[in-house]
């Protein structure tokens, strides 16, 4: 199975700064056929499901304000939000859809500092 | 609008099973693949395994293997996740999820179901 692993655990961040999250994987999920990632990235909040952020590593989900982007390639991507806002609060994971035996991240835990 | 609905809370004791639904509303049951993923309490999102809902094939998580099977009802347009063989570490919030194809990502999810397994 393809290991998917964030950096940081936790993240604290003024209102109105940028966030970063990262992720690795342990093998690349790119697809030369069709230079497309298989990496999506999710925003779960307390009690809720998660909800997709961002998907094929770097589009953006429709309703998805501008603020949050997803960037990388191959084996190393990012997940930034760039003006950090207090319905920001909640954990973030990226997942792989490369192969079908998904995997995620275990989670970044973002807080305002 | 796309709705995925689960079934409610259950509790259960350690060696019994447990059938989760999924009712899905607002697309086309049969187009797209349901996922099921749990997680435990502060722990990360769990893939258990897959269903396309048209052709009815499944895969399942290594990990599951031998003791979760998804179904699927078409006529009420409802997927079903069973797990067998229930220990405690098994208490955990189980989600469904629609994917749009066999690489895709999960754009809609249920509200999910807590499993708790207890004696």
């Known amino acids: 199975d393809i290991v998917m692993t964030q950096s940081p655990d936790s993240l604290a961040v003024s209102l109105g700064e940028r966030a970063t999250i990262n992720c690795k994987s342990s093998?690349?999920?790119?697809?030369?056929?069709?230079?497309?990632?298989?990496l999506a990235w999710y925003q779960q909040k307390p009690g809720q499901p998660p909800k997709l952020l961002i998907y094929?590593?770097?589009t953006r989900e429709s309703g998805v304000p501008d603020r949050f982007s997803g960037s990388g390639s191959g084996t190393d991507f990012t997940l930034t939000i760039s003006s950090l806002q207090a319905e920001d609060v909640a954990v973030y994971y990226c997942q792989q859809y490369y192969t079908t035996l998904y995997t995620f991240g275990q989670g970044t835990k973002l807080e305002i500092k | 609008q796309v709705q995925l609905v689960q079934s409610g809370a259950e509790v259960k004791k350690p060696g019994a099973s447990v059938k989760v639904s999924c009712k899905a509303s607002g697309y086309t049951f049969t187009s797209y693949v349901i996922h099921w993923v749990r997680q435990a309490p502060g722990q990360r999102l769990e893939w258990m395994g897959w269903m396309n809902a048209g052709k009815g094939n499944t895969k399942y998580s290594q990990k599951f293997q031998g003791r979760v099977t998804i179904t699927r009802d078409t006529s009420a347009s409802t997927a079903y996740m069973e797990l067998s063989s229930l220990r405690s570490e098994d208490t955990a919030i189980y989600y469904c999820?629609?994917?749009?194809?066999?690489?895709?990502?999960?754009?809609?999810w249920g509200q999910g179901t807590l499993v708790t397994v207890s004696s």
């Open positions: 999820a629609r994917v749009a194809g066999d690489l895709a990502p999960f754009d809609y």
């Open positions: 094929w590593a770097s």
């Open positions: 093998q690349s999920v790119l697809y030369s056929s069709n230079n497309k990632n298989y």
